[in-house]
């Protein structure tokens, strides 16, 4: 398959021998417009080395999220040049082998005032004809308040970010979750970054990390039955 750089040799050479550049490029098969100008060079200075960055520090992200957080601090604006250097760098998320993600297991403090930590959980049941709801149970870890609390059918990562933006309280600097695919989601990571919030995931399969929450919705489900 002959490139465009090798045609565009090749324009240049017939126009050496005196052809015209018209009759070149119809002989060639190359656009006279693609000649018109010469290529300018990229503006990506720097740019492959915050991708592979943040493609390090967020594995589960692939190019049009990692796009979205270099826009927004003002290195990038073509989605085009993202894609081609994430490609170049070899950073494509592989989709055929799930690798488990593994996370220093890091000792919590106990919180000492309200709206220092808040911790949130889900907990599902069904209705008498079958059909199934889930309950999102978000509790302050230090007064042990239930500061919001979502009942639906189906609950997804934007009606979270939705809901904890507009709670009419201060916002914790902390909020506990578990690795679900709502807490996970593109929407919650941009929220958490706009509202300076910091999520922290509890390990894979131990939800004892997750202790104030847990207790909380066991309590609300034995109510609910009694």
């Not at 490609?87 to 890091?106: D, N």
């Not at 978000?138 to 809901?163: F, H, K, M, N, P």
Request: charged share 25%; with cysteine.
């Amino acid at each position: 398959m002959v490139t465009a750089a090798q045609r565009r040799r090749a324009v240049e050479h017939l126009k050496s021998r005196c052809v015209s550049e018209r009759r070149t490029c119809r002989l060639v098969g190359f656009s006279r417009s693609a000649i018109g100008s010469p290529l300018k060079g990229r503006d990506d200075v720097g740019l492959p080395e915050r991708l592979k960055t943040l493609a390090e520090q967020y594995p589960r992200y692939g190019y049009p999220t990692l796009h979205d957080m270099l826009r927004a601090a003002g290195h990038v604006t073509n989605h085009k040049l993202t894609y081609r250097i994430y490609r170049e760098q070899g950073l494509r998320v592989r989709t055929k082998r799930r690798k488990k993600l593994t996370r220093p297991r890091v000792p919590m403090r106990v919180p000492d005032k309200v709206n220092s930590r808040w911790s949130m959980d889900f907990v599902s049941d069904q209705l008498a004809n079958g059909r199934r709801f889930r309950v999102l149970n978000v509790v302050d870890d230090y007064s042990r308040e239930c500061v919001l609390q979502i009942v639906d059918t189906s609950i997804s990562g934007l009606r979270v970010a939705r809901a904890l933006n507009q709670l009419n309280r201060p916002l914790p600097t902390t909020i506990v979750a578990d690795n679900g695919p709502e807490f996970t989601s593109k929407a919650m990571f941009i929220w958490a970054k706009r509202a300076k919030v910091k999520l922290h995931f509890i390990q894979p399969g131990k939800p004892t990390q997750n202790a104030f929450v847990e207790s909380f919705t066991v309590s609300v489900v034995t109510t609910a039955w009694i």
